[in-house]
């Protein structure tokens, strides 16, 4: 077994994967990791163009350590709670947005951005029950908070998936 180290690293390429994936056939690039110095967590380069990706997760709350437990040798697994759960879209909406700003507020970008201009943010989304209506409750939570601007740090944000035993990404349109 891997350690928690390990899975995240894993998962963590694998996200990056997944959105390098969809803009390269979103925008008809041959986008290719050249670094990862983090931050950010990957610089990309097409021929001479070059931009830089970001990764972080949204989790429904208790969820992270689950999964991670689960499956990391270093640490006893620690299941998330039993019984009834409600609100969880919004709850991970929640999330979503929190972390979503909390990135776009980073200083730590703004050497990147001087360099390669807005980037990509990628956002894995990480609940048990995410849907099609996770999404629609993640675009009205943003709209009530005024549809902040992004753009001046996130050219484009995707968000990150597993569907059919694959990680895919999806760009978010809500923004």
Not at 17 to 41: I, T
Not at 101 to 130: A, T
Not at 141 to 167: E, H, M, T
């Amino acid at each position: 077994m891997a350690t928690r180290r390990q899975i995240k690293s894993l998962h963590e390429n694998a996200v990056i994967g997944a959105a390098l994936r969809a803009h390269n056939h979103r925008m008809g690039a041959v986008f290719s990791v050249e670094s990862q110095p983090d931050p950010p967590d990957a610089i990309l380069v097409d021929g001479n163009d070059r931009t830089w990706m970001e990764h972080t997760d949204a989790f429904y709350p208790g969820w992270a350590e689950d999964v991670t437990s689960y499956a990391a040798s270093d640490k006893p697994h620690k299941p998330m709670a039993r019984g009834l759960h409600s609100d969880m879209d919004e709850q991970l909406a929640d999330a979503f947005s929190k972390i979503v700003l909390k990135k776009f507020n980073n200083k730590e970008y703004k050497p990147v951005i001087d360099q390669f201009g807005p980037g990509i943010l990628v956002v894995g989304l990480e609940s048990p029950w995410l849907d099609e209506e996770t999404l629609r409750v993640i675009n009205q939570k943003w709209a009530v908070l005024g549809n902040p601007d992004l753009s001046s740090v996130f050219q484009w944000i995707y968000f990150g998936y597993r569907s059919d035993g694959r990680n895919q990404a999806k760009l978010w349109i809500g923004n």
